[in-house]
């Protein structure tokens, strides 16, 4: 593993959720919660606990689809707030379910396993197609 010489130095983790989740308040207001994910916990000390400390960007999903462009400003107004340069992105509904299955289907089972699932009435274009455009 490298060691960083320099404040300059930059992390730069780019994953389908974000290592926290953002809540919405009763009032309309939001709230960050950290992820209960292993993985993110360990890449999230890891980060706290380097010498001398190095600049960490993280892009992903902050785990809520904002209902209009005022949450989305809010939701990146909190984020700026936070110990890590958080960056979050918001796709559809309709994409979060796509890249969902493409990750569950296609992603998953060639790093994790190899199950099979029966896949005749699953569209892997589109799925692919949606994978593709999120990742520009």
């Known amino acids: 593993m490298a060691t960083a010489t320099s404040s300059e130095e930059t992390v730069i983790i780019i994953s389908f959720k974000l290592p926290i989740i953002i ?3 009763k009032e309309g207001s939001f709230k960050v919660v950290h992820s209960k994910s292993i993985l993110f916990n360990t ?5 706290k606990k380097s010498s001398p400390q190095v600049k960490t960007v993280w892009i ?9 462009q005022s949450e989305t400003e ?8 936070q ?5 979050p992105i918001f796709p559809s509904q309709d994409k979060l379910h796509k890249l969902f299955m493409f990750h569950e ?7 994790h396993n190899f199950r099979t699932k ?12 949606t994978y593709i455009d999120i990742n520009k």
């Open 83 to 87: 110990q890590f340069n958080f960056v």
């Open 105 to 111: 289907l296609v992603i998953r089972p060639l790093f």
């Open 74 to 81: 809010q939701i990146e107004a909190l984020l700026a707030n």
């Open 118 to 129: 029966d896949s005749e009435d699953i569209d892997m274009q589109a799925l692919w197609s």
């Open 60 to 68: 992903g999903w902050p785990g809520i689809i904002p209902k209009n």
């Open 43 to 47: 890449l999230f000390n890891l980060h």
């Open 23 to 25: 809540e919405r308040e």
